[in-house]
C-alpha cells in the first residue's frame, strides 16, 4: 500500500463519528508495541484507531511507513483538520501537537522546549471531551508518565482505558504510571489488545433484552447493600462498569454474574466502588480556577454582609484534589483581605472510601499532578514518600459522606461546585440534583459545573455567568428541596421494574425502608470526638452551620439550648453504653421556643466507637414523665436543673 496523507479537502464526505475512537500513545520502545498492536487489528473492527507518539522533536517519525508495510488497514499520516471513519488508522506527524474538536484532528506546534511536553495526555483529554463514553484511551511502552492523565479524562467520560501489560514493554514506566494512578480498566500484551477491545465494545452494547432482569438485579442488589439507586445513572456507563468487573473475575455471561455478586459481599462493594468512578486531579482545567478568582470571588467578596462566612460547597468531590485547589485558590485571593478565617468549605461525596482519603489530605507522587512546584513546596509536606496538604488549608475543608440526591442539603451557600458528576445522571436525574443545589444556594449564588454539562433540565432555576467556564447564577425563584426518601418516582419504577427473585426475597427491607423514610426521626451518626459522620432524615430545626472556620461537631452545630443536653447526655452514654433519653428540651429556632426530645444510641459492634443522635420535635411542653430516662435500667434528674435553667434563660 502507497502511503497516504489525508487532508480536508478529501474528508469532506466522511461520516460522522457514531463509534468508538481509540487513541493509542506510546514512547521509548513503542515501535515494537505499535507494531504487534497494529497487526492484530482486523480489517472490519468498527473503530478507529489514532497513534500518538512521544519522540524528541528533532526525530523524524517513519511510523507511517513502517506500519502500512505490515497491515492492510488504510494508514494515513494526519494533517490538519482531518475527520475521522471506522476502519482507518491515523498518525500523527513528527513535532506536532494533535487535538480532537468537534470530531475533527487538528494539529498545533509543539511547545517550546522550556515547556512540558505531554503529547499523549493532550491528544487523550481532548479526545475524551469530544467523543465522551465512545472515546478509548491505550497505553503503551514508554518512560515517565504521559499518558496518565488523559486516561483519568477518558474514563471519567465513561470510556475505556488499557495498559500494556508491564511485563511486555520494552520501557514499562509509562503504563505502569497509569496502573498505579488507578486509571486503567484493563491490561494486555499489545498484540492482545485488539481482539480484546473489539470483544468489549461489542459486550458494552449487548442486547438487554434477555439480561434485563438480571442487570436490574444488579441495581437493586447495590441498593440494598449500599443505599444508593442507580437507576437513573447513565446506563451506558453503568453498563460498562459491570462488563469491566465481568472481565475481571472472568464471568462472561451478566446472569451468572448476578448469581457470583449475590454471594459475594466484596464484590458488591467492588462494584459500586466502580460506578462511582472517583476520577478527579488538582486544577482540573486550570481556566476554571483562574475564572473563579478573576470573576466569581470579587463579585461573593462584593456581595457578603461584614460578618458572614463565605459557604462553598463542592458536591461530589471524590477525593478531595478539587476541593483543596478550591481552598488554595481562596487562601490565595483572600489572605491580604482578612477573612479567610470566614471561609467555610464544604465537601461532600457519596463514597466513604473517597472521602476517607480526602480528610488525610494525603497524595501519592502520581496524584499531584497539575499543582505547580511553588504550590507544592508551599502548600504540601513531603511525609512517608506522599505529600500531606498542610493543616491551614485542611482546616478550612470539611467532609462529609452525603448524597446530595437524598440527603438533605446545606442551605445559604455562596457557591456550589459539581464538576463532572451530572454527566452520569439522566436528565430526570440531573433537573432533581439542580433543584435541590438552587435551593441550598443564596439569592445571586453560584453554580459551577463541568465543561460537558449544562443547566437546561432547570434552565428556569439558573442564568449562564460564565458560558466558557459552566458557571451559573441563582435566578430569583422560590427555592424547593424535594425529599426523594419515599415519593421519588424514580424510587417506585426502580422499584416495579426490579421486581425479580431478588426484590421478593427482600420484601420485608423494602418495607423497612418505606416505614423509616416516612416515621424514623431526624438523626445523625457522630464518633467519638463528636464529629458528624453522617446526616440522616432533615436536621435543620435541630443543627446549623456555625460562623468562623468550617466544623461538623456537633455541638458547635447545635441550636441554642441543645448543646448542654447533648454533651451531657453523651457523657452518660459513653460512660454506662446505654441508650438515653431526655425528653422535652426548650431550645430557640428562629425566634420561638421549640421542644425536642433527644435520643442518644450507642453503635455496637463497630471498630471504633459510634453514637445515633435522634431529634423529636414535641408538638406541646409536657411535664417528662421520667426526666432523663433511659431505655436501660439508669435514670437521673439532671435534665429537670437543665430544663430550669435554660427556662430561666429565655
Not at 502507497?2 to 466522511?14: A, F, G, V
Not at 484532528?105 to 511547545?111: F, H, V
Not at 482545567?285 to 475564572?291: G, L, M, N
Not at 454527566?423 to 465543561?451: C, V, W
Request: one cysteine or more.
Amino acid at each position: 500500500m502507497s502511503e497516504k496523507r489525508l487532508d480536508k479537502n478529501k474528508t469532506k464526505q466522511l461520516s460522522s463519528n457514531g463509534f468508538p475512537v481509540v487513541g493509542v500513545g506510546a514512547s521509548a520502545g513503542g515501535l515494537e508495541a505499535f507494531k504487534k498492536l497494529v497487526k492484530a487489528i482486523p480489517e472490519t473492527s468498527g473503530m478507529a484507531y489514532i497513534l500518538v507518539q512521544h519522540l524528541e522533536p528533532t526525530h523524524e517519525s517513519i511510523l507511517t511507513e513502517l506500519l502500512q508495510k505490515i497491515s492492510s488497514i488504510p494508514i494515513y499520516e494526519i494533517t490538519n483538520n482531518v475527520r475521522v471513519e471506522p476502519d482507518r488508522i491515523y498518525i500523527i506527524p513528527s513535532n506536532k501537537l494533535l487535538t480532537a474538536t468537534d470530531g475533527i484532528l487538528q494539529l498545533s506546534p509543539r511547545p517550546a522546549k522550556t515547556e512540558k511536553n505531554m503529547p499523549i495526555d493532550v491528544f487523550f483529554t481532548s479526545l475524551a471531551e469530544i467523543h465522551g463514553s465512545q472515546a478509548i484511551g491505550i497505553v503503551l511502552s514508554g518512560t515517565a508518565t504521559d499518558g496518565t492523565v488523559g486516561l483519568k479524562a477518558i474514563k471519567e467520560q465513561g470510556g475505556i482505558t488499557i495498559a500494556q501489560d508491564p511485563k511486555s514493554a520494552a520501557y514499562n514506566g509509562m503504563p505502569q504510571n497509569a496502573i498505579d494512578a488507578d486509571v486503567v480498566d484493563f491490561v494486555f500484551a499489545p498484540e492482545e489488545i485488539p481482539l480484546q477491545l473489539t470483544r468489549l465494545v461489542r459486550s458494552f452494547q449487548p442486547d438487554f433484552t434477555s439480561g434485563g432482569d438480571a442487570f436490574r438485579q444488579l441495581l437493586a442488589i447495590l441498593q440494598a447493600r449500599r443505599g444508593a439507586d442507580f437507576t437513573y445513572y447513565k446506563q451506558t456507563t453503568i453498563r460498562r462498569r459491570i462488563i469491566r468487573r465481568m472481565g475481571l473475575n472472568n464471568v462472561e455471561n451478566i446472569v451468572d454474574y448476578v448469581s457470583f455478586v449475590k454471594e459475594n459481599i466484596q464484590e458488591q462493594d467492588l462494584l459500586y466502588q466502580d460506578l462511582l468512578i472517583p476520577v478527579t486531579s488538582f486544577f482540573r482545567d486550570t481556566k476554571t480556577f483562574d475564572f473563579l478568582c478573576d470573576t466569581i470571588f470579587p463579585v461573593l467578596l462584593r456581595n457578603k454582609a461584614e460578618a458572614a462566612p463565605l459557604r462553598i460547597w463542592v458536591a461530589g468531590c471524590s477525593t478531595g484534589e478539587e476541593v483543596y485547589s478550591m481552598a488554595i485558590c481562596l487562601y490565595e485571593y483572600f489572605k491580604d483581605k482578612a477573612i479567610e478565617d470566614k471561609i467555610q468549605i464544604f465537601a461532600t461525596d457519596i463514597s466513604e472510601k473517597a472521602i476517607g482519603k480526602a480528610r488525610t489530605g494525603t497524595y501519592s507522587q502520581n496524584e499531584i499532578t497539575g499543582l505547580t512546584s511553588a504550590r507544592l513546596q508551599k502548600y504540601f509536606t513531603k511525609w512517608k514518600g506522599n505529600f500531606q496538604i498542610d493543616k491551614s488549608i485542611r482546616d478550612m475543608c470539611v467532609f462529609a459522606c452525603h448524597n446530595f440526591l437524598k440527603d438533605p442539603p446545606f442551605a445559604r451557600i455562596d457557591l456550589i461546585s459539581c464538576r463532572n458528576v451530572l454527566i452520569y445522571m439522566e436528565p430526570s436525574l440531573q433537573k432533581r440534583a439542580l433543584t435541590t443545589f438552587h435551593y441550598a444556594i443564596k439569592d445571586n449564588g453560584y453554580l459551577l459545573l463541568g465543561k460537558s454539562e449544562s443547566v437546561s433540565p432547570a434552565s428556569d432555576l439558573f442564568a449562564i455567568f460564565g458560558i466558557n467556564e459552566k458557571a451559573y447564577i441563582r435566578k430569583p425563584a422560590a427555592g424547593k428541596y424535594l425529599n426523594i426518601l419515599t415519593y421519588n418516582s424514580a424510587f417506585k419504577k426502580s422499584n416495579i421494574a426490579a421486581k425479580n427473585e431478588f426484590v421478593q426475597e427482600d420484601f420485608q427491607k423494602s418495607a423497612d425502608d418505606i416505614l423509616l423514610s416516612r416515621y424514623t426521626p431526624a438523626g445523625v451518626v457522630i464518633n467519638d470526638q463528636m464529629e458528624i459522620v453522617q446526616f440522616r432524615g432533615a436536621t435543620g430545626n435541630w443543627l446549623e452551620p456555625s460562623s468562623g472556620k468550617p466544623t461538623l461537631n456537633l455541638l458547635k452545630m447545635a441550636r441554642e439550648g441543645l448543646a448542654f443536653e447533648l454533651r451531657n447526655a453523651l457523657h452518660k452514654v459513653k460512660a454506662s453504653e446505654i441508650p438515653i433519653v431526655k425528653e422535652n428540651i426548650p431550645m430557640q429556632f428562629i425566634g420561638k421556643t421549640l421542644w425536642v426530645t433527644i435520643e442518644v444510641v450507642p453503635l455496637l459492634n463497630t471498630a471504633e466507637p459510634y453514637f445515633l443522635i435522634l431529634f423529636k420535635e414535641s408538638m406541646f411542653p409536657r411535664e417528662p414523665s421520667n426526666a432523663g430516662s433511659t431505655l436501660g435500667p439508669s435514670a437521673d434528674t439532671e435534665q429537670q436543673s437543665a430544663e430550669a435553667l435554660h427556662i430561666q434563660r429565655l
